[in-house]
């Protein structure tokens, strides 16, 4: 067995393989030619199902695993932030990485990241697109209620605000200079372009759903708060339950546990950055539709 870690970059990738006794057999930097990369593995051992890989959960990391995973070499995907300390050290060069993967990965000690499928991480990236999309929605909303107190206007809460701002002629009755009347107009297009994307990114993603329930997707549903798009979100986040040992780790995933610092006396909680922000903030948008739902 040969083991290559490999330090993926956006134009080249730098690779290094050992071999089962830990002796350097090749290093090489390649360019992200898919030709030029499976080569480098037929230069050592024309049996690529010999090879064991280990990469980094760099941006760009689909298309490689894809292309190694069609030639049937074994991919690992290590998890960068928990591999940063294990491998902290004061040389970091693409040669370096490359080689400390390598090794670790010779003696499995690499802190593995899931790999979401292929057939669902297209749709999982879209659905995460919608959240980003209703986040800079709300950015422009608080920036027009931070306008509005800078010129003492009194603006009504932010909910209130945003279905004001849609109204026409919203801004006329506001009495302040054209400079910021057009200022406030500017932000009152974006609203209006990513109520536009928003809603046709949720038509096309629940047309998708069509061809991907599921009996856990019907029993989400029924939950008050969660509709179709949030628990296809919840799904897609989640995507195999059976990766979270225990509950426990379900909810620290999704960053619904504080982290702790304790030390002595002293004793301190914190919000990890460690968790995935797109279930989470999927979460807490059921939670306000369903106090709204309660509260009718």
């Known amino acids: ?66 292309l190694l995973k069609e030639n049937g070499i074994k991919v690992t995907l ?15 060069t693409d040669k370096h990485d490359a080689d400390t993967l390598a090794k670790l990965l010779l003696m499995n000690f690499i802190p593995e990241a899931y790999m979401v499928s292929q057939e669902l991480r297209d749709l999982r990236d879209f659905t995460r697109t919608r959240l980003n999309l209703t986040h800079k929605r709300v950015a422009c909303i608080n920036s027009i209620h931070s306008l509005l107190f800078k010129y003492n206007c009194h603006p009504k809460s932010k909910t209130e605000l945003g279905k004001q701002i849609l109204e026409e002629n919203f801004t006329k009755s506001i009495p302040v200079n054209h400079v910021v009347r057009y200022h406030i107009d500017v932000f009152i297009d974006q609203v209006h372009l990513l109520n536009q994307q928003i809603e046709e990114v949720e038509h096309f993603i629940k047309n998708e759903i069509k061809t991907r329930t599921s009996e856990t997707f019907y029993q989400l549903i029924k939950m008050p708060g969660i509709g179709q798009i949030i628990a296809m979100t919840i799904l897609l986040e989640i995507d195999d339950i059976n990766r979270f040992p225990e509950t426990k780790n379900l909810f620290s995933y999704a960053g619904l546990v504080p982290a702790a610092k304790n030390s002595n006396k002293s004793e301190k909680q914190y919000s990890s950055k460690q968790r995935n922000k797109f279930l989470k903030n999927a979460l807490k948008e059921a939670a306000v539709h369903a106090i709204h739902f309660f509260l009718r």
């Not at 080569?39 to 890989?53: A, C, K, M, T």
């Not at 290590?78 to 970091?92: D, E, F, M």
């Open 78 to 92: 290590a998890h960068a932030y928990k591999l940063r300390a294990i491998t902290a050290s004061k040389v970091k």
């Open 1 to 66: 067995m040969y083991y290559t870690g490999v330090d993926l970059h956006s134009d080249n990738c730098v690779l290094k393989t050992i071999n089962k006794d830990g002796q350097d057999k090749r290093a090489s930097k390649l360019a992200n030619q898919p030709e030029d990369i499976i080569n480098y593995f037929r230069s050592i051992e024309p049996d690529l199902s010999h090879h064991s890989v280990v990469v980094e959960t760099t941006h760009n990391y689909y298309w490689f695993t894809d």
